[in-house]
């Protein structure tokens, strides 16, 4: 069964720390990698994203690092504010699968002033 | 502004009673997906549809229906048979003729067993 493992479940940082999510799959045939955000009662919406050739991806205090070999990839959020405090979820397609996303379990982020 | 619409937000059924939660999109997209999401859980699939006429079981497609008889929408019907249907629901669409392939999602609809 395609899974994406993500941890940890849930973490609080200090305003101005660093946030670190990390992912984990075993399907080599997954070749995009995508970040969503979710706040209480609102629909995941795109962060940021990454295809496997490619090994950092920034966009703002947003990071994502990609391992290939590991077949790992992690989100850093730099310089974390309240307004970051959400649920991040980590996914991943496999066009073989019908493009459809595998998503990883969740990470609850809350950022404390 | 393209996107994908949602309704009703909040929605309370009655035990053995069928309830139709509505996914409307203008993005053009082919791909659609229901999910439930849980309290502080991760998401799961219900049905996917890539093609009009057409939809997939997802992992927990039991006490769920679905069609797909217009490309903007992607209905769900909660069914009596459905013993703990309590959750957030969220449909979503996709496109893999997009520079940046991703899902974009609805705001969701808040489903409650009274």
């Known amino acids: 069964q395609q899974q994406v493992k993500q941890s940890p479940q849930s973490l609080i940082v200090q305003k101005g720390g660093i946030s670190i999510i990390n992912c984990a799959y075993e399907?080599?045939?997954?070749?995009?990698f995508p970040w969503y955000q979710q706040f209480p009662g609102k629909g995941p919406a795109l962060l940021i994203a990454?295809?496997?050739?490619?090994s950092e991806k920034k966009e703002g205090r947003f990071t994502i690092s990609f391992n290939k070999s590991a077949k790992q990839f992690s989100l850093h959020i730099m310089d974390s504010q309240p307004g970051d405090s959400a649920t991040y979820f980590c996914?991943?397609?496999?066009?073989?699968?019908?493009?459809?996303?595998?998503f990883g379990g969740g990470t609850r982020v809350l950022v404390k002033p | 502004d393209g996107g994908i619409t949602q309704s009703p937000k909040y929605l309370f059924r009655k035990e053995g009673q069928n309830v139709t939660l509505s996914c409307e999109q203008n993005?053009?997209?082919?791909?659609m997906y229901w999910y439930r999401q849980d309290p502080g859980q991760g998401l799961r699939l219900i049905y996917y549809?890539?093609?009009?006429?057409?939809?997939q079981k997802g992992d927990i497609a039991e006490g769920y229906s679905v069609s797909r008889e217009k490309k903007e929408s992607f209905p769900l019907t909660v069914t009596s048979a459905q013993k703990n249907p309590t959750a957030f629901y969220l449909c979503?669409?996709?496109?893999?003729?997009?520079?940046?392939?991703?899902?974009?999602f609805g705001s969701g609809t808040r489903l409650t067993v009274v």
């Open positions: 979503a669409s996709s496109t893999d003729r997009a520079k940046h392939y991703g899902y974009t």
């Open positions: 399907n080599t045939a997954f070749d995009y």
């Open positions: 996914a991943a397609r496999s066009k073989a699968a019908g493009n459809k996303l595998t």
């Open positions: 990454i295809r496997p050739d490619v």
């Open positions: 549809s890539q093609i009009v006429n057409d939809f």
């Open positions: 993005l053009n997209h082919d791909a």
